[in-house]
């Protein structure tokens, strides 16, 4: 059968190749080498008549695969281009008319064996056959010759035609594909044209500046609109055409151009536009950057804030350490006075002066760091009052509050929640600049799982502040309490937003609720602590003033007048006073009380101490030398974690600075009743 198949390549003087039941070229004869161009090496055992994409395209695929299938033979023709196969490169190509006829070999086993390919270069056939029948008639031969030439001319324009179609929709798919990218892309693009015609403009550009086709179909028209500004369109004019100069005249890239468009809506957004140069057409790519400024000014602004707060916090500690002096040696010298003596009431007022100034550190240490509360069981009643009278002072706004005794009392950082109460008051009062009345509501509430604010179910305290202001347009509602979004010209911006931040802070919600001309209503829900008759009784002092307290007490602080203050107040009470100015003293003396059998009742430590040890850390190394020692935290930082959480770290108790005499004795006689 090998012998057959190569007697029949070699001894035959066609073109011929065989493959194998797969389509494998195996054999090929040299006249099918010449015909092709080709060499042994490029086709033995690579190429496949199933891999022929130009077999393919031309529609003969399925008649071959019947002959491989059934053994039949078969006679096509087929204009053959070698160079536009994919499977297989040659180094040299040609494009042939074959006249190409197939039959199989069959083995012993009845089997095809092989496929033999004999292909004739019909190229010239018509032109053959012409010169053959020339005898019958001349007519005849140029009729033939004609259609020959005709049937070569429609087989070329068949292919071009054919091949155009390829190209085109190529073209068209590409095109479609990037008309698909650039809609997708988050940044303005727009095409124009060599005599200034906008050809396209994606969604993007359209979305950010509001312009569609219709409203700028030129680049004058986009000018006119985009650089309302006559001086400032010639700059923007002429500063592009000088890089597009710049660019014809060395083929640099084009330089961006940082630009303020005005939009469709008369907002101004600030942009970067680069441009690109292509064939005829100029693309350019619009990148919105106004958000990006807005931004870089917020953390300037919030960077800058920041080093207030640093400045702030370190001034109100200072300041809350010698209000401290004033305010405790005010007090101690009213405990010495009766109150009919013409001191006393003077006393108290200066008592009452110093308290505000503490409240104004306190605001200071707030807005330093947005401190964490250190809650206590308030009323909620005094807390309003004390802010309504303290925020309508001097104004022409009156102030209605209505809240029962019955309304619970709530637990709170009095100094935040009453700043939060004070910027809502205050609000109202810019609102109302004619005058007019300010009513502030409290009842009790209870919250069930599926309330519309967002809260946990349970029971809460509602205080609502109802002005009778102009009101807030509903697309302002909802940014006042974003920061640094104001409304005023002198606004900061940050009163509401500290507002929320409290409130959220005490585990409770915000809410407003306004109409244009029809006023404000500010509603704070604050979880609630129980009635309030629990806590007006457990407001008397803890040491009546027929009992003297006796025991020792040890005090570290890093100033010597609040040292002076606590030897005083505590000695006044009946303690004996120890004190020191930094926590390697106050462990040295603590321990050695201890090993003398007459140790501490309590110790209060400073929090802070500037150069030396501070409270906390001492609080570690006493509660290891006796780990039931009653300690009392102390600090003008009262934005300190430690203050808010001080049972976290070891401590009993914590003390606020400034403190009054009677509070100090309070907190300490409090504590070595209850035991620890």
């Known amino acids: 059968m090998e012998s057959f198949v190569e007697g029949l390549l070699n001894h035959n003087p066609n073109p011929m190749w065989v493959s194998d039941p797969n389509g494998l070229l195996v054999k090929i004869n040299d006249s099918c080498l010449e015909q092709l161009k080709i060499t042994k090496d490029e086709v033995v055992g690579i190429y496949n008549v199933f891999h022929d994409n130009v077999i393919e395209e031309q529609g003969v695929m399925p008649l071959l695969k019947e002959v491989f299938e059934t053994g039949k033979g078969a006679r096509f023709e087929i204009c053959y281009d070698s160079s536009l196969l994919k499977s297989i490169k040659f180094k040299n190509s040609v494009s042939l008319a074959l006249d190409v006829t197939i039959f199989t070999v069959k083995g012993d086993d009845h089997k095809i064996a092989y496929v033999v390919f004999q292909q004739m270069d019909i190229s010239s056939y018509k ?4 010169d053959l029948l020339s005898a019958y008639a001349k007519l005849e031969k140029q009729f ?38 650039v809609e997708l892309m988050p940044v303005g693009v727009g095409w124009i044209d060599r005599y200034e015609n906008i050809e396209y403009l994606n969604h993007c550009f359209v979305d950010m500046f509001g312009y569609t086709l219709d409203d700028i179909p030129t680049l004058r028209e986009l000018y006119a609109k985009a650089f309302p500004d006559p001086s400032y ?5 002429a500063a592009r055409a000088e ?6 005249a060395n083929g640099a890239q084009m330089a961006p151009m940082d630009l303020k468009i005005v ?7 600030h942009a970067i536009m680069n441009s690109q140069l292509v064939c005829d057409r100029c693309l350019t790519v619009l990148i919105d950057i106004t958000d990006r400024e807005l931004l870089q000014d917020r953390l300037i602004k919030s960077q800058k804030i920041e ?49 505000r100034a503490a409240k104004v550190a306190t605001q200071l240490m707030t807005f330093a760091s947005g401190s964490k509360p250190i809650k206590k069981t308030l009323d909620v009643l005094k807390l309003v009052c004390d802010s309504v009278s303290l925020s309508l002072r001097g104004t022409n706004v009156l102030g209605s509050v209505e809240i029962a005794t019955a309304v619970h009392a709530v637990k709170a950082d009095e100094m935040q929640l009453g700043q939060a109460f004070n910027n809502i008051i205050i609000n109202a009062v810019q609102a109302m600049p004619d005058g007019g009345t300010l009513k502030v509501l409290g009842e009790n509430v209870t919250l069930d799982s599926n309330n519309q604010i967002g809260l946990q179910a349970g029971q809460y305290v509602k205080i609502s502040f109802r002005d009778e202001g102009c009101g807030i347009p509903e697309d302002i509602q909802k940014k006042i309490f974003d ?3 104001t409304t005023k010209t002198d606004g900061s911006g940050l009163g509401l937003t500290s507002v929320h931040s409290i409130v959220n802070k005490h585990g409770g919600c915000v809410c407003v609720d306004s109409q244009v001309g029809g006023g404000t209503t500010f509603t704070v829900y604050l979880p609630s602590a129980g009635d309030v008759t629990s806590l ?124 009054k005499a009677s509070e100090l004795g309070e907190e300490l006689g409090a504590l070595l009743l209850r035991g620890h």
């Open 536 to 659: 007006q009784g457990n407001q008397q002092n803890v040491l009546p003033g027929d009992k003297q307290a006796s025991g020792g007490i040890l005090l570290m602080d890093d100033e010597e007048t609040i040292r002076n203050l606590a030897r005083e107040t505590l000695g006044f009470l009946g303690y004996r006073v120890t004190t020191c100015n930094n926590g390697e003293e106050a462990i040295a003396l603590f321990k050695a009380a201890r090993e003398s059998g007459k140790p501490f009742m309590a110790a209060i430590l400073d929090l802070t101490i500037p150069g030396g040890m501070g409270g906390k850390e001492a609080a570690q190394h006493i509660l290891e030398i006796d780990p039931a020692a009653r300690l009392i935290v102390s600090s003008g930082y009262t934005n300190d974690p430690v203050m808010a959480g001080y049972r976290n770290y070891g401590f009993c108790a914590a003390v606020t600075k400034p403190y």
């Open 307 to 355: 080093s207030l707060g640093v400045l702030a916090s370190g001034i109100a500690h200072d300041f809350n350490n010698i209000l401290t002096g004033i305010l405790g040696f005010i007090s101690l010298a009213r405990m010495h006075l009766n109150e009919s003596h013409k001191s006393y009431d003077l006393l108290r007022q200066a008592e009452n002066s110093s308290k």
């Open 243 to 248: 890089i597009i100069k710049k660019v014809k």
């Open 263 to 269: 939009c469709k809506d008369g907002t101004v957004r």
């Open 144 to 181: 033939q010759e004609r259609t020959a030439d005709l049937i070569a001319a429609n087989e070329a324009l068949s292919n071009e035609i054919a091949e155009r179609k390829f190209a085109e929709e190529d073209l068209r798919k590409s095109e479609e594909t990037l008309k698909n990218l």
């Open 127 to 130: 032109q053959t056959e012409e």
């Open 483 to 485: 920061p640094y979004f």
């Open 233 to 237: 369109r010639a700059e923007v004019i």
